[in-house]
Nanobody, 124 residues
Framework: QVQLVESGGGLVQAGGSLRLSCAAS????????MGWFRQAPGKEREFVAA????????YNADSVKGRFTISRDNAKNTVYLQMNSLKPEDTAVYYC?????????????????WGQGTQVTVSS
C-alpha cells in the first residue's frame, strides 16, 4: 500500500531553519504531484507548497513565499520542504500529500494519499 513518511520536524528558535523530508513508497512517485500542508491547534489544515511530478513547477502559499522551498528527488522517491526564517506562527503539524495528477492544486481533498505528519515548533 501507499506510504508517505515525514521526518525532520522539531523545535527551533524563531529565525532558524528546518528541512522536512517525505519518503514515499507503494506509488509511482515520478507520476505524482506532491504537496505540503500544515495544521495548527484549533485551525483548519492549510496549504503550504506543491510541486509538479517533474519538479519543474512549484507553488507556495503567500504566507511562506520567500522563506520555504519545496523540491523533490524522483530517484529517491522523496519530497522536501526547506523552511528558513521560521516564525512562531509556522508552528504546526506538517503533512506530506500525494496526488496522481499532473495538475497542481492547493485544496486538501484533491490529494489521494497523506502521511502521518511531523511536528514543527518555533519558539519566540
Amino acid at each position: 500500500q501507499v506510504q508517505l513518511v515525514e521526518s525532520g520536524g522539531g523545535l527551533v528558535q524563531a529565525g532558524g531553519s528546518l528541512r522536512l523530508s517525505c519518503a514515499a513508497s507503494g506509488l509511482p512517485f515520478s507520476s505524482a504531484a506532491m504537496g505540503w500542508f500544515r495544521q495548527a491547534p484549533g485551525k483548519e489544515r492549510e496549504f503550504v507548497a506543491a510541486i509538479r511530478r517533474s519538479g519543474g513547477s512549484t507553488y507556495n502559499a503567500d504566507s511562506v513565499k520567500g522563506r520555504f522551498t519545496i523540491s523533490r528527488d524522483n530517484a529517491k522517491n522523496t519530497v522536501y520542504l526547506q523552511m528558513n526564517s521560521l516564525k512562531p506562527e509556522d508552528t504546526a503539524v506538517y503533512y506530506c500529500a500525494a496526488r496522481q495528477s499532473v495538475v497542481l492544486t492547493t485544496t486538501a481533498p484533491s490529494y489521494d494519499y497523506w502521511g502521518q505528519g511531523t511536528q514543527v515548533t518555533v519558539s519566540s
